[in-house]
């Protein structure tokens, strides 16, 4: 994602109309030898540069270990701004909010290009712990939370890449549910969300927040199919009208709810990709917070659809409100009430087997695609703060407190491991020959299914094949996989000495076993080391067998 190509010349097409200077169609020379905040000054970006002094940011900005993307407004930009909130000057701004709004606009340890934007939220945060979307339409435009238009790209400094914008970004401080409060056709929604308890998933929390996906459903929605009130959504659903029931897993009331929120930010544009050489996409088929449930997403003819039928050829749509960014997440209006539906096709699973949200609301480090150090936290202590409703249980051989067994991993941009890890991170295992480690499954869809069983991990290579782990499910005994052995590396870029291997069902590399699901559910996976070696996970694969 970081990228070092110095373009040696950029053309500006810009108004700046609180100096006069008329930059249009100017050419630039960027030097190697000029960082950011020094490069906005002698390129005319002077509105922008004034914030940075008035807020003492410029040098920091300028900083030589600094590695940053920039998203800056251009003076005309600046300009709006001001006129739009009553100021005279840039000096006229709270000195504070100024460095959250210069933060803002900062992405602090990374350096993004044009070609790693994918229509979705960027997954780094920026310097205020926000997330920013760049998303593209049709003409090839390119714009920051829909607010803003990027009119030139990839600007190299010394230490950022300076993307220029049309706009200055309004921080969004609000949270899924804050926008449910604001916007009275999300009433009854909100209410339903407030009934069964989901609502402290999306509001406000304290520390980290995970982040969702919120399909809601309007009032107008709900009206036209004749629901009025959560009581008529209840006897539609056959919930009952037992107000506390819905607050359990099993009501139909609380799980209709949970299968509009599904966990992780997912923009329109990568929500599903349509294949260009046929007028209809496979479907993406995630999974929602409802147990055992999913919804398909599926491109045809050029729409997208939610749960299409193809006996009807109909399916639900987005509704007016789309890509709405949250402090949380991301919020989509649906033009159905959504129920929930069987998948037409039986997904493969990825499960990452750090992907839980207390990992992500306690450690502030997680998933991270910044850091310059590995990181690498003992999570002892969580299992001691949740206990029995902590997402690891271990037993070890080494340690009988379990302390230093069960580790977060974070990789950095640049190693070897962390590179080639989803999301950079993986969960780190030390618990000696014969220790093992339980934890829950996604659920996973089946009707007497089976799938091939996969692992991604961190392998080192040896003299001779070690560390043998074998994996459990359900206590049933999953085939048997060798993490070390050989001298070969398995990609042409990577050192001889480690790699990370990738299951693949067609060579059978990093494939463990087959096993047969009779019903859909959750399992319980069991990770045993067989020697004793520290072992380096990053995901389990299922793949139903065709």
């Given at each position: 994602?970081?990228?070092?190509?110095?373009?040696?010349?950029?053309?500006?097409a810009?108004?700046?109309?609180?100096?006069?200077?008329?930059?249009e169609?100017?050419t630039?020379?960027?030097?190697?030898?000029?960082?950011?905040?020094t490069w906005?000054?002698?390129?005319?970006?002077?509105q922008?540069?004034?914030?940075?002094?008035?807020?003492?940011?410029?040098?920091?900005?300028?900083?030589?270990?600094?590695?940053?993307?920039?998203?800056?407004?251009?003076?005309?930009?600046?300009?709006?701004?001001?006129a739009?909130?009553g100021y005279?000057?840039?000096?006229d701004?709270d000195?504070a909010?100024?460095?959250y709004?210069?933060?803002?606009?900062?992405?602090?340890?990374?350096q993004?290009?044009?070609?790693?934007f994918?229509?979705d939220?960027?997954?780094d945060?920026?310097?205020?712990?926000?997330?920013l979307?760049?998303?593209?339409?049709?003409?090839g435009?390119?714009?920051?939370?829909?607010?803003?238009k990027?009119t030139s790209?990839?600007?190299?400094?010394?230490?950022a890449?300076?993307?220029i914008?049309?706009g200055?970004?309004?921080?969004i401080?609000e949270y899924i549910?804050?926008?449910?409060e604001?916007n009275?056709?999300w009433?009854?929604?909100?209410?339903?969300?407030?009934a069964?308890?989901?609502?402290?998933?999306v509001?406000s929390?304290a520390?980290?927040?995970?982040?969702?996906?919120?399909l809601v459903?309007?009032?107008?929605?709900?009206n036209?199919?004749?629901?009025?009130?959560?009581?008529?959504l209840a006897?539609?659903?056959?919930?009952?009208?037992n107000?506390?029931?819905?607050?359990?897993?099993?009501?139909?009331?609380?799980?209709?709810a949970a299968?509009h929120?599904?966990?992780?930010?997912?923009?329109t544009?990568s929500?599903v990709?349509?294949?260009?050489?046929?007028?209809?996409s496979?479907?993406?088929?995630?999974?929602t917070?409802a147990?055992?449930?999913?919804?398909?997403?599926?491109?045809?003819?050029?729409k997208l659809?939610i749960?299409?039928?193809?006996?009807?050829?109909?399916?639900?749509?987005?509704?007016?409100v789309?890509d709405?960014?949250?402090?949380?997440?991301?919020?989509h209006?649906?033009?159905?009430?959504?129920?929930?539906k069987?998948?037409t096709?039986v997904?493969?699973?990825?499960?990452?087997?750090?992907?839980?949200?207390i990992?992500e609301?306690e450690i502030?480090?997680?998933?991270?695609?910044?850091?310059?150090?590995?990181?690498v936290?003992?999570?002892?202590?969580?299992r001691?703060?949740?206990?029995?409703?902590?997402?690891?249980?271990?037993?070890?051989?080494?340690?009988?407190?379990?302390?230093?067994?069960?580790?977060?991993y974070?990789?950095?941009?640049?190693?070897?491991?962390g590179?080639?890890?989803?999301n950079h991170?993986a969960?780190?295992?030390d618990?000696?020959?014969?220790g093992?480690?339980?934890?829950q499954?996604?659920?996973?869809?089946?009707?007497?299914?089976?799938?091939?069983?996969?692992?991604?991990?961190?392998?080192?290579?040896?003299?001779?094949a070690?560390?043998?782990?074998?994996?459990y499910?359900d206590?049933?005994k999953?085939?048997s996989?060798?993490?070390k052995?050989?001298s070969?590396?398995?990609?042409?870029?990577?050192?001889p000495?480690?790699?990370?291997?990738?299951?693949?069902?067609?060579?059978?590399?990093g494939?463990?076993?087959?096993?047969t699901?009779?019903?859909?559910?959750r399992?319980?996976?069991?990770?045993?080391?067989n020697e004793g070696?520290?072992?380096?996970?990053d995901?389990?694969l299922?793949t139903?067998?065709?």
């Amino acid at each position: 994602m970081k990228h070092k190509i110095l373009y040696l010349c950029v053309a500006v097409a810009a108004m700046f109309s609180s100096c006069g200077d008329d930059l249009e169609n100017s050419t630039f020379t960027i030097s190697e030898e000029v960082p950011a905040a020094t490069w906005l000054q002698e390129n005319g970006y002077t509105q922008w540069v004034a914030l940075l002094n008035h807020t003492n940011m410029f040098s920091t900005i300028n900083l030589n270990v600094g590695d940053y993307t920039l998203f800056v407004p251009d003076n005309e930009a600046v300009n709006k701004y001001l006129a739009a909130n009553g100021y005279g000057s840039v000096q006229d701004i709270d000195p504070a909010y100024g460095q959250y709004l210069v933060k803002y606009h900062t992405i602090s340890g990374n350096q993004y290009s044009q070609v790693d934007f994918t229509n979705d939220v960027l997954p780094d945060t920026t310097a205020t712990g926000d997330r920013l979307s760049v998303t593209f339409n049709e003409n090839g435009d390119y714009f920051v939370n829909e607010e803003a238009k990027i009119t030139s790209f990839d600007i190299t400094t010394t230490n950022a890449t300076v993307f220029i914008m049309d706009g200055v970004l309004t921080p969004i401080t609000e949270y899924i549910y804050d926008r449910l409060e604001e916007n009275e056709d999300w009433s009854l929604f909100k209410e339903l969300l407030d009934a069964t308890g989901l609502a402290s998933l999306v509001s406000s929390t304290a520390g980290r927040a995970a982040t969702y996906t919120c399909l809601v459903v309007p009032n107008s929605v709900f009206n036209e199919a004749a629901i009025s009130s959560l009581a008529v959504l209840a006897d539609t659903l056959d919930a009952g009208q037992n107000t506390a029931a819905w607050k359990e897993t099993e009501n139909p009331m609380y799980r209709y709810a949970a299968y509009h929120l599904i966990s992780s930010s997912h923009a329109t544009g990568s929500i599903v990709v349509a294949d260009t050489a046929s007028s209809t996409s496979a479907a993406n088929v995630l999974a929602t917070l409802a147990e055992a449930s999913y919804i398909e997403f599926q491109d045809i003819d050029g729409k997208l659809y939610i749960n299409y039928d193809t006996l009807t050829h109909t399916g639900a749509t987005w509704g007016e409100v789309t890509d709405l960014v949250c402090r949380n997440g991301v919020m989509h209006e649906v033009s159905t009430p959504l129920y929930i539906k069987a998948p037409t096709n039986v997904p493969t699973t990825t499960f990452e087997l750090t992907d839980y949200a207390i990992l992500e609301t306690e450690i502030s480090e997680y998933r991270l695609g910044s850091l310059t150090a590995e990181y690498v936290e003992d999570l002892l202590s969580l299992r001691e703060k949740y206990g029995a409703n902590f997402c690891y249980d271990w037993t070890s051989v080494l340690s009988p407190s379990g302390s230093n067994c069960v580790s977060y991993y974070v990789g950095t941009q640049t190693d070897t491991v962390g590179l080639y890890f989803t999301n950079h991170d993986a969960l780190m295992l030390d618990l000696g020959q014969y220790g093992y480690i339980d934890m829950q499954t996604p659920s996973l869809v089946a009707d007497s299914t089976t799938y091939t069983v996969g692992l991604s991990f961190y392998n080192t290579a040896a003299s001779s094949a070690s560390g043998r782990i074998t994996i459990y499910i359900d206590d049933q005994k999953v085939g048997s996989i060798t993490t070390k052995g050989g001298s070969a590396p398995k990609r042409f870029d990577e050192a001889p000495d480690e790699w990370v291997v990738k299951p693949d069902v067609s060579t059978k590399e990093g494939i463990v076993g087959e096993i047969t699901f009779p019903t859909t559910g959750r399992h319980t996976l069991r990770i045993e080391d067989n020697e004793g070696s520290t072992l380096y996970l990053d995901y389990v694969l299922f793949t139903p067998k065709k």
